[in-house]
């Protein structure tokens, strides 16, 4: 083989080695790329699911269960807690949006919920109200004030006053 072939060779060769060097690299750099989104992913997926799992107890939801049914379900014995809870209607003013809802204590204790401030809500008249949401801008609520509320019936969609 002449030194000029020699030449020849040797430079193809180490152009091919530059180029695998640079494809290397590239697929090194996809390959890390990949395994960061994946990792970023799967932490996605553990932290929403422990969320969703410290927001709230629940494990089923039953709608529109009749006392019966309620009965039966108390005496199952894998199931540890029921709570009751019934959406009544909603008002809205400007942004503000209050859902008007029956529940139980055992329910508030499911759904991770505690009042603050007062006691829990135990008259045909009593309400919880959250503390955010003000019913009209010139005065405050607080503990016993009477308020009226007209709401939207879930059951009949009509309008209804409300004093409580």
């Given at each position: 083989?002449?030194?000029?072939?020699?030449?020849?060779?040797?430079?193809?060769?180490?152009?091919?080695?530059?180029?695998?060097?640079?494809?290397?690299?590239?697929?090194?750099?996809?390959?890390?790329?990949?395994?960061?989104?994946?990792?970023?992913?799967?932490?996605?997926?553990?932290?929403?699911?422990?969320?969703?799992?410290?927001?709230?107890?629940?494990?089923?939801?039953?709608?529109?269960?009749?006392?019966?049914?309620?009965?039966?379900?108390?005496?199952?014995?894998?199931?540890?807690?029921?709570?009751?809870?019934?959406?009544?209607g909603?008002?809205?003013?400007?942004?503000?949006?209050?859902?008007?809802?029956?529940?139980?204590?055992?329910?508030?204790?499911?759904?991770?919920?505690?009042?603050?401030?007062g006691?829990?809500?135990?008259?045909?008249?009593?309400?919880?109200?959250?503390?955010?949401?003000?019913?009209?801008?010139?005065?405050?609520?607080?503990?016993?004030?009477?308020?009226?509320?007209?709401?939207?019936?879930n059951?009949?969609?009509?309008?209804?006053?409300?004093?409580?």
């Amino acid at each position: 083989m002449s030194i000029q072939n020699k030449t020849v060779m040797i430079r193809i060769a180490k152009a091919n080695l530059k180029a695998e060097k640079t494809k290397n690299y590239f697929v090194g750099s996809v390959i890390a790329l990949a395994a960061f989104l994946l990792t970023v992913v799967m932490t996605f997926g553990y932290n929403s699911f422990t969320n969703l799992q410290n927001e709230s107890n629940f494990q089923a939801l039953f709608y529109n269960l009749n006392n019966n049914e309620i009965s039966r379900l108390k005496e199952i014995e894998e199931i540890n807690k029921i709570g009751l809870y019934k959406e009544i209607g909603r008002e809205k003013k400007e942004e503000r949006l209050l859902s008007i809802l029956y529940t139980d204590p055992a329910m508030m204790d499911l759904s991770n919920a505690n009042i603050v401030l007062g006691k829990f809500p135990t008259k045909e008249n009593e309400i919880a109200i959250e503390k955010d949401f003000q019913l009209s801008d010139d005065r405050s609520l607080g503990l016993g004030d009477s308020i009226s509320l007209q709401f939207r019936n879930n059951a009949s969609k009509d309008f209804k006053p409300a004093n409580l």
